[in-house]
């Protein structure tokens, strides 16, 4: 496996991570607050390694 095509596979994997966290911390937005804050909170950290890493 060519360095390129892991790079491509490990932004993917955390786009999808990124945009998982980001649609249950909605879902669960009126039902339990504090869950919705720790996901948004980690979903924000996904976010910022992904502008680190600019692929």
Known sequence: MTTPSK???LKE????KHKRLTEE????????SSLSDVLTYEA???DQKLKFLQF
């Open 13 to 16: 994997y955390l786009e999808r």
């Open 7 to 9: 790079h491509m596979r």
């Open 44 to 46: 924000l950290q996904l």
């Open 25 to 32: 911390a909605y879902n669960v937005k009126y039902t339990d």
